[in-house]
Structures are given as structure tokens and as C-alpha cells.
């Protein structure tokens, strides 16, 4: 079965870091790109980064740029979100997705569950 | 930055009615990079449609894609009870990409 399954949310202070790592299974993980989405309570979804195949590009939203480090380790098939200096409005579920490539471009065709981030004091 | 506005917010429906929900995009989106997808609640969202109007594997004829440049639209032509969900268009021609506000069909 094709998945992403994403782990190491959780609640930490305002200013602090956590690491959320995605792991994924059942199809060749070294040719996608792979994307990072953000959805706050009740609220839409957000974009917030994409690494490439190999690792060596990587790109972000102006919001989180500069305090989140995405990358990836293909030998282990998993992609992280390095997040520091955490805010209140980071608070949100955050989708791991595949873009799906090909014709189909960066539409994303698989997403993880999520795991659930809370900035809070 | 491309802004995309959904409209209506809130879509009010029967089952076995046909739903159209629009995606207008502040600039026009280079080569139609427009993707739908279809959120239930406590679920991750899911692709219907990539470039406007190419159904993604496994989703239903009754789903239809279209539109070009700034104005997009979905298209459901008989709402079955599992299509009660909210849809957000997104678009992926430029960086950074963005989603619409969404469109919530609700059973009226």
C-alpha cells in the first residue's frame, strides 16, 4: 500500500523546536518530491514546504522560512520538518504529501494522516 | 503571490442535485496548474482533478473539471451522500502555491 505516515508533533512553548519526520512506503521514494502541508483548527490548508528528489532543493513559504529546515534521507525513505523558534500561529495539523509527478506535475496525490503541533505557553 | 477565491462558501444541497463550486484566481495560472481535492472531516484531503480537468486515478465520472486562466470550476452532477464534504482548489504554477478558502456542500 502506497502511505506516509508522519510522527513527532506534539506541545511545546513558544520559541521552541520539534522535528516531525514522514516516513512512507510502497512505492519508490527517491523520485518524488515531496511537500509539506499545514491545516490550523477549523482553518484551510497552507503550503508550507517542498524538498526535491535528492535533498538538494529545498523551498518555503515566507512565513516559516528561515526558522523550519526541510530534508530527506532516502536510504531511510523519510522526509523531515525541522521546526525551530516556534510561534502560536505554527499550531496546526501537518500533512506530509507527495507530489505526483509526471503530467500530473506538483498536484498532490498522496497525503499522510497528519500529526498535530500546539505552540502553546 | 496568486490569491484563489472559492465561491460560495457554503453550498447548500440535496442528494441527486448538481453542484457547481467556483475557483477564481487573482493572475492567470500558468498552464492551467490547478488541482481539486475533497476534504471529509478527520480526514486527509484527497486529489480529484490536476490541470483543471484530468480526474485523478479512482475518482467518479459524476466529478468534472474545467476553466482556464483565472476562472475555474467543480462540478458534481448528481451528489451522492459520500460527496457531502468541503472542496479546495489549489494551484501549483508558481511558488509559493496556494489553496482557496474552500467550499463546504452540506445536505440541506
Known amino acids: 500500500e502506497v502511505q506516509l505516515v508522519e510522527s513527532g508533533g506534539g506541545l511545546v512553548q513558544p520559541g521552541g523546536s520539534l522535528r516531525l519526520s514522514c516516513s512512507a512506503s510502497?512505492?519508490?521514494?527517491?523520485?518524488?518530491?515531496i511537500h509539506w502541508v499545514r491545516q490550523a483548527p477549523g482553518e484551510g490548508l497552507v503550503w508550507v514546504s517542498r524538498v526535491n528528489v535528492d535533498g538538494s532543493v529545498t523551498q518555503y513559504v515566507d512565513s516559516v522560512r528561515g526558522r523550519f529546515t526541510i530534508s530527506r534521507d532516502n536510504a531511510r525513505n523519510t522526509v523531515y520538518l525541522q521546526m525551530d523558534d516556534l510561534r502560536a500561529e505554527d499550531t496546526a495539523l501537518y500533512f506530509c504529501?507527495?507530489?505526483?509527478?509526471?503530467?500530473?506535475?506538483?498536484?498532490?496525490?498522496?497525503w499522510g494522516q497528519g500529526t498535530l503541533v500546539s505552540v502553546s505557553s | 503571490e496568486i490569491v484563489l477565491t472559492q465561491s460560495p462558501g457554503t453550498l447548500s444541497l440535496s442528494p441527486g442535485e448538481v453542484a457547481t463550486l467556483s475557483c477564481r484566481a487573482s493572475q492567470s495560472v500558468r498552464s492551467n496548474y490547478l488541482a481539486w481535492y475533497q476534504q471529509k472531516p478527520g480526514q486527509a484531503p484527497r486529489l480529484l482533478f490536476y490541470g483543471a480537468s484530468n480526474r485523478a486515478t479512482g475518482i467518479p465520472d459524476r466529478f468534472s473539471g474545467s476553466g482556464s486562466g483565472t476562472d475555474f470550476s467543480l462540478s458534481i452532477s448528481r451528489l451522492e451522500p459520500e460527496d457531502f464534504a468541503v472542496y479546495y482548489c489549489?494551484?501549483?504554477?508558481?511558488?509559493?502555491?496556494?489553496f482557496g478558502g474552500g467550499t463546504k456542500v452540506e445536505i440541506k
Open positions: 489549489q494551484h501549483y504554477s508558481d511558488l509559493p502555491f496556494t
Open positions: 504529501v507527495r507530489a505526483c509527478g509526471g503530467n500530473c506535475r506538483d498536484a498532490f496525490d498522496i
Open positions: 510502497g512505492f519508490t521514494f527517491g523520485v518524488y518530491w
